[in-house]
């Protein structure tokens, strides 16, 4: 077995771990900070409680997103976990919609070391040592301790159904790494961590998704868009949208049955006509193929359909890959 297939095993079925010290992390404070994401997010912010967590996608006054993110509540407090290097530029867009109302946007990112932790054995680990209550939710927060640390325990499906972020201050992450030490846990290196986030379908902000793109194209409509919600910002269009029945194109997972993985950016063509763009790609451990992320056109984005391309024969999956 392979290095990368061996990592991936280990995030899937094992106990793989990876340092994403670095990861934008928001943190809202202040009476009205419910109030004011739910405005400004597709999801629903209000039905959460504390210990329960989101997906949602920013949008701006067009309904085109700005940030596709991951939002936890905590008693008082919410976070917004997304992918590193946004929170320059995320906190401003939405401090500009703030008037009178009290909230404050802190930037956490430099503050908390976060370790990504997944796998079947590191669910059972950490039922074991968090003291606390492990998040069963599908996206879920609980504060306790591990390893003597007080730690934020994330819960996400990033790599694979039982992921987990470990949060806690920079200053104690040494404390965090022995406790993974002592666990067996397996080392991955971004590789394996991007190979399995592709295996789940997870897309990454300002990869997979840019703001050239309307939320529904991303098709992941059950877990980060409320249909049912109040007014936010860009809902008309998104409304719209909805009632129309469709889009365009789709974020979808697009198998190759050459050897050759396609680079982000590669437009997929039939007969010189457009019909798909690589958007993230990898070698699949679990599919033995190569894998990509890529918004299909409409007509040729169900499941099963075949693609004959320059990079080989390619195939629309569902993913995750089970």
């Known amino acids: 077995m392979s290095e990368l297939a061996t990592q991936c095993q280990a995030l899937r079925s094992g106990i793989g771990y990876c340092d994403l010290t670095g990861r934008t992390q928001i943190e809202l404070i202040g009476a009205d900070r ?15 409680v504390p210990g329960g967590g989101c997906e949602a996608f920013l ?4 309904g085109k997103t700005t940030g596709y993110v991951n939002v ?5 407090s919410l976070i917004i976990d997304t992918n590193p290097g946004l929170a320059e530029e995320m906190i401003p867009a939405l401090d500009k919609y703030v008037i009178r109302e009290d909230v404050k946007f802190v930037d956490r990112s430099n503050d908390w070391a976060e370790f990504l932790v997944s796998g079947t054995a590191a669910e059972q680990s950490l039922q074991s040592d968090f003291i606390g209550s492990v998040p069963s939710p599908r996206v879920g927060v609980s504060m306790g301790t591990l390893s003597g640390v007080e730690v934020q325990l994330r819960r996400l499906p990033y790599v694979s159904s039982e992921s987990f972020f470990v949060c806690c201050d920079v200053s104690q992450e040494a404390s965090i790494r022995t406790w993974l030490q002592r666990a067996n846990a397996v080392e991955c290196g971004c590789e394996a961590v991007n190979a399995s986030r592709i295996e789940m379908g997870v897309p990454v902000y300002g990869q997979d998704v840019t703001i050239d793109n309307l939320p529904q ?12 919600k109040g007014c936010y910002l860009g809902q008309e269009t998104v409304a719209r949208i909805d009632a129309l029945g469709h889009v365009n194109r789709r974020l979808l997972g697009l198998r190759f049955c050459g050897e050759t993985v396609p680079p982000p950016g590669a437009t997929i063509t039939v007969e010189g006509k457009p019909i798909a763009q690589v958007t993230s790609s990898c070698f699949s451990p679990r599919l033995d193929a190569p894998l990509a992320l890529a918004f299909v056109r409409r ?3 169900k499941p099963g359909t075949k693609i004959l391309t320059d990079f080989g024969d390619a195939e629309v999956v569902a993913l995750p890959i089970e």
């Open 217 to 228: 194209e991303i098709a992941r409509d059950q877990y980060a868009i409320s249909f049912t």
């Open 72 to 76: 936890f509540c905590l008693e008082s």
């Open 299 to 301: 007509g040729n984005d």
């Open 34 to 48: 419910v109030k004011v994401l739910h405005g400004l997010c597709t999801n629903d912010i209000k039905r959460l």
């Open 59 to 62: 949008t701006n006054v067009q």
